[in-house]
C-alpha cells in the first residue's frame, strides 16, 4: 500500500469513486505535470451533505467538515487522474467559496477543513496557497464548494 | 480555412472582434505554453446582453446562452491570442461566475452554455475541468462571466 | 538597489512583512516558474483598512484604494518568495473579489486599484489577465480580496 494510502487508512477516510460532474465537463484535465481538479460538492457516501448557508442553517463547524468532505472529494478525484497518491508532487493551491450570508465572516475556518485535511493526508506537500471567499449560492445548495490544482511528480 | 474555423461556420458562429478590457488589464497572458484569459462578459455584435440576475430577471434558459455568449468572445481572444485556433492543445480549465439570487441552485445548468460550446467546437480537447459558483454582482450588470485557461501546442 | 525597489521608492511605497496567512494554508507555493500567490487582504501598518461593503459603506474611491493595499501586500509576498523583485518575468493573472450589495456593478473599477499599482510597479511585466467578480461576503469583513499568478525568470 502507498505511504499516502496508508495515511488515509489511519485517518480513517475511505475514498468514495470520483463523483461525477453536475454537467458536461470533466473532473480534471492534466495539462504537462499540472492536474487541474473542478470544484467538489461535499458528497458523502453518493449523497450530499450540509446543504444550506453559513450562519443560517449551517454552523461553522458543519461549514467545517463540509469543506473537509470537499477535499476527500477533490483526493478521490486526484487518485481516479494519477492511480496512485504518491505521485503528487504537491498540492499547489484550493479555491474556496462558502455559501454565505452578508454578515458571515468566518471564511478562513470553514475551507481550513480542507486546508487542515490536506496537510495531514500529504504532510508538506500538502501545504498549499488558497483563496477563501464567500459566495451567495452554490450548485445544488451546498454549503461550501473546493476546487484545487496539483503539482504531479515528473 | 482551419478545422476550427471550418467548424464554428459550420455552427454558424461568427467571431466578434475580441473585447477590449472594462479596465487596466489585457485579455490574456501567455506563459509558457499556457494561455489565461480574462473573465469574458456575454458581449453580442458589441452590446452586453442578458443583463441581471438568475431566478430574478434572467431566466436558466437565458443564463445558459450568456454563457454561451461569453464562450464565443473567450474563443475570439483566443484567436486574437494565438491567429490560429487549430493552435489549442486542450481548454484547460472554465472558471464561471453567475449572478445569483440566494434561492438560485442551478449554477451548473447555466455554465454548461460555455462547457457544450467549447466540446461543439473543439471537440474532445474542449472537456475541460471547471468550477461554476453563484455571485451577488457582477462587472456592468451582466448575469455571467466565464475566464479560461487553455494550453497550447508546442 | 533593484529597478523594481527604486520604483517602489519612487512611488513612496514601503512593503509591510508579508501577512501570516488567517488559517492553515501559506501565502505563496513555487511550481516550476509560477508563483501562486494566496489572496491578499488590504492590510495597511498590520491592520485591516477598508472594511466593509461596496455601495453600502465603502465607496467605490474606497474600494480602490483597497484593492491597491492588497496588491502592495501580493507584492510583499512576491518579494518573501523571491527574494529579489527583479525576479518577476510576468505578472500574468490576478482574481478579485469585490465585498458588494446586489446593486453594485462597478467591480473593474474596484479592481482596477491592484491592477494600476502593478502596472505602475512592474511596467509591461505588470500587465495582467483578470476577474472581477462580486462576492456577498470577505473574510474578516474585509472589502477586497485579491490572488494572483506569477510567471519567475528561468
Known amino acids: ?57 449551517v454552523s461553522t463547524e458543519e ?20 492511480g496512485d497518491l504518491d ?14 450570508t452578508a454578515a458571515f465572516t468566518d471564511q478562513p475556518k470553514v475551507v481550513n477543513g480542507a486546508s487542515d485535511l490536506m496537510v495531514k493526508v500529504f504532510g508538506d506537500a500538502g501545504r498549499h496557497a488558497r483563496s477563501a471567499v464567500g459566495v451567495p449560492a452554490l450548485p445544488l445548495g451546498v454549503s461550501v464548494e473546493v476546487d484545487a490544482l496539483v503539482e504531479v511528480k515528473g
Not at 499516502?4 to 504537462?32: M, W
Request: charge should be positive; include cysteine.
Open 1 to 57: 500500500m502507498s505511504t499516502i494510502e496508508t495515511r488515509l487508512k489511519d485517518l480513517g477516510i475511505i475514498l468514495p469513486a470520483g463523483a461525477a460532474p453536475a454537467a458536461n465537463y470533466v473532473p480534471f484535465v492534466q495539462s504537462g505535470n499540472m492536474l487541474h481538479l473542478s470544484g467538489q460538492l461535499p458528497f458523502k457516501d453518493g449523497k450530499l451533505a450540509y446543504l444550506g448557508r453559513l450562519d443560517d442553517t
Open 63 to 82: 461549514g467545517y467538515e463540509a469543506a473537509r468532505l470537499c477535499a476527500i472529494n477533490l483526493i478521490a478525484q486526484i487518485k481516479a487522474a494519477l
Open 87 to 100: 505521485r503528487v508532487q504537491r498540492i499547489v493551491r484550493l479555491g474556496g467559496f462558502v455559501n454565505s
